[in-house]
């Protein structure tokens, strides 16, 4: 039996310069960068052409698919087995120890924006199947590996792929965590949009917390125009005493302005982060803040703040196959001359749907004089514990780990796995190992990575080589 950690250990210092490459391209979405050449911005872009670049040079067949998207391709046949990666990342954001676009090395993690989402797993895969062709491996299928870059936004490149490709066969993702995902909940995002306007003593002049919608808000800050600012100081100070945040207040010639920090997390699992927002706005909620303005901030404090089940709302919902209905209160903003605008992200599961999820938030909204619309989503997928997709590569994860209590499991994340029938979620965040998606000071231990390529060689040998 082949060693396949062995194998993968020999691709190690190779992998890491790749990967680094890739790190220091910052290829974040950025709609103010865009041209037709470039729908999504350059970095993205860019990061795709040095991915295929690489590809090439390493034997693939490539092709890049509007500067949005592209494959490497090895292996003939009538079935594909797709392997799909994405190399955007989100934004950095605030409180990073090391350069976020300067991979380091500390401890034996490697630290850096997409280390752990999803550059570092999308190359450990890449170089699983570059070790099996470069070994002269006879595949009895075609390999796909299928790169987009905007999957932290609305997946326009891979979206764009499927348009204009054959459907694979089966596939999965190296996008979320290890054993295996073989469902993901249903994702949708319900948009709040309200007038600006204030009335009473404290006026609110400027709100804003949240970078993106799938992604918990590590920083808030206010600008307010009060009668005592002494007493809104004091007041402040003992509110961060008594809570789980930073901040910081000063004054300038628009008011007075308030700084809240704190907990990024990645918005499936936003119970793991601290929403700097929210806490902000139940801080704010206590002085005479009315109109639109003071609707905004009720909102906020009454009914999005520490309830990422939405009881507030009585909209809570969940089964027994896919677990609870969550939502993540990304984006929040106002302006008093623009209005306001609240990004609630919804991951659900089968047995509901997005109408009826926004059916259920909509009276409150209304009463708070918002209104509210959905943005385009995700239905649940499912993909049967029994399919040889799931077994097969739970199988490989088994022999490389020891692990014998692996299952697969549902999560609320979403991955490019549900773009097909029969995809899933593979790796490569190990079970024991911090997720810091999308949080300031993102790793992976650099033994985890080398695992998880062992992991994928095998996975790969074992579906398609002869």
């Not at 676009?101 to 997409?114: A, E, Q």
């Amino acid at each position: 039996m082949t060693d396949w950690l062995k194998a993968a250990q020999s691709q190690k210092e190779e992998y890491l310069n790749d990967l680094t490459t890739l790190i220091k391209i910052p290829s974040v979405r950025n709609d103010d960068e865009a041209t037709p050449e470039y729908p999504l911005g350059p970095a993205p872009a860019q990061a795709l052409k040095a991915f295929l670049e690489m590809a090439e040079q390493d034997g693939f067949r490539v092709k890049n698919i509007d500067n949005v998207a592209g494959f490497a391709e090895w292996g003939e046949g009538d079935e594909t087995l797709a392997i799909l990666a994405h190399l955007d990342v989100m934004p950095a954001g605030k409180g990073w120890e090391t350069d976020p676009f300067n991979p380091v090395i500390k401890d034996g993690n490697l630290y850096g924006r997409g280390v752990s989402d999803d550059k570092g797993p999308g190359m450990a895969a890449y170089y699983a199947l570059k070790y099996l062709k470069d070994h002269g491996a006879v595949f009895k299928q075609k390999v796909r590996f299928i790169v987009g870059t905007d999957e932290e936004n609305d997946w326009t490149g891979m979206k764009r792929y499927f348009e204009v490709e054959p459907a694979p066969t089966y596939g999965f993702s190296p996008d979320a965590e290890f054993p295996l995902i073989n469902g993901e909940k249903g994702q949708v995002s319900l948009l709040l949009d309200i007038d600006g306007g204030n009335e009473g003593e404290v006026v609110l002049k400027h709100f804003d917390s949240g970078l993106r919608f799938n992604m918990v808000p590590r920083d808030a800050e206010a600008t307010i125009e009060a009668v005592d600012n002494e007493a809104v100081a004091t007041a402040f100070t003992d509110f961060l005493d008594e809570n789980p945040i930073t901040g910081s207040i000063e004054s300038d010639a628009d008011g007075i302005k308030l700084t809240v920090v704190g907990k990024a997390a990645h918005g499936m699992e936003p119970e793991k982060g601290i929403n700097a927002g929210t806490y902000l706005a139940t801080f704010l909620k206590q002085f005479d803040i009315r109109g639109h303005a003071g609707d905004f901030i009720d909102f906020l404090a009454s009914y999005l703040h520490l309830d990422t089940r939405v009881n507030h709302f009585n909209a809570a919902f969940a089964t027994d196959k896919m677990g609870e209905m969550t939502m993540n209160a990304g984006i929040l903003k106002f302006d008093q001359q623009a209005g306001g605008h609240i990004d609630m992200n919804f991951r659900y599961p089968e047995g509901i749907t997005a109408d009826e999820i926004l059916n259920r938030i909509k009276p409150v909204a209304a009463d708070h004089n918002f209104a509210i619309s959905r943005a385009q989503g995700e239905v649940p997928h499912y993909v049967d514990a029994d399919d040889p997709i799931v077994t097969t590569l739970l199988k490989a994860y088994v022999d490389q780990t020891d692990d014998q209590t692996a299952q697969a499991e549902v999560v609320g994340g979403g991955t490019y796995g549900r773009l097909m029938s029969r995809g899933v979620a593979f790796g490569a965040l190990m079970p024991d190992t911090p997720n810091t998606m999308h949080q300031p000071n993102e790793f992976q231990p650099v033994d985890d990575l080398i695992k998880s390529m062992a992991i994928y060689m095998q996975a790969i040998h074992d579906l398609v080589v002869e």
